[in-house]
């Protein structure tokens, strides 16, 4: 399934978006802190790490706390990401990372890789970059994950816009638990899995409108009617409140360690 390339574009020229979706999950139990796990499965002492696709910088902080004597690089494709972003950092292509073979202790690929055109070249990318014995952390979303809130969504986009409109989760699919062991089963001898499943209970309609504005640059509509999907999103969710106290549904993050 293609990629929406332009709508992926738009959606990351600043950080509001993708921080309105991590918010969402504020709401998740057990509490699960996607950055304290991927803190726990880096190697001990690496001097270079690379994190591509590093967005508003969630990882780096703690990478850099943890590793004080390393070079944390924050690599985005996407400028406008890296505007508020501690330096080192770089615009740059995870297609076509400007570092030499065997160079890189470590890479992470947070949620990236669905959004890359050519999947197996990044990931042949990281390998390349990597020093024998390097770590690569890479993470997606499960298969199955978040059908109530997207089945919702799919439901006021499709109302307005028609059966056939693109729906944003099917974005996901490119790269999700289903098929990324074989991208990176093709490119390392090692890939270890780890999975984290929790149950997301929002108490109220707003944090699921945030995410659905979030999303706004991949629906192709003009702007009146995204109003109008907006509008059918609301009056869904008002029904589900009017008789249920919470709207739940199970989110799960996957892991992937490759060496």
């Not at 890296?82 to 615009?91: G, K, N, R, T, W």
């Not at 890359?116 to 997606?140: C, W, Y």
């Not at 996901?172 to 999975?195: H, I, K």
């Amino acid at each position: 399934m293609a990629v929406h390339i332009e709508g992926s574009k738009g959606n990351y020229a600043h950080a509001g978006n993708l921080k309105s979706r991590v918010s969402l999950y504020d709401y998740r139990k057990p509490r699960f802190d996607p950055v304290d796990f991927a803190a726990e499965l880096m190697p001990a002492d690496p001097r270079l790490v690379l994190d591509i696709g590093c967005g508003y910088g969630r990882y780096l902080e703690r990478l850099r706390a943890d590793h004080p004597e390393a070079t944390v690089l924050g690599i985005d494709a996407a400028p406008g990401m890296l505007s508020s972003v501690e330096p080192p950092i770089m615009v740059a292509d995870a297609q076509a990372i400007p570092y030499p073979d065997g160079s890189v202790d470590a890479v992470l690929a947070m949620h990236m890789l669905y959004h890359v055109p050519d999947i197996a070249k990044a990931v042949g990318e990281f390998r390349r970059v990597l020093k024998p014995g390097g770590t690569l952390l890479a993470s997606t979303n499960a298969h199955d994950d978040m059908a109530e809130p997207y089945a919702h969504w799919a439901r006021a986009i499709r109302a307005v816009l028609g059966p056939d409109t693109f729906i944003p989760s099917a974005e996901v699919a490119n790269f999700d638990s289903a098929n990324a062991p074989g991208y990176l089963e093709a490119a390392f001898d090692s890939v270890e899995r780890f999975e984290e499943r929790g149950l997301v209970s929002v108490p109220e309609p707003g944090p699921l409108m945030d995410y659905l504005v979030s999303i706004r640059s991949y629906v192709e509509c003009d702007d009146a009617a995204f109003e109008r999907v907006l509008d059918s999103a609301a009056a869904e969710l008002e029904a589900h409140f009017a008789v249920h106290d919470v709207f739940e549904f199970e989110k799960a993050i996957v892991f992937y360690r490759c060496r």
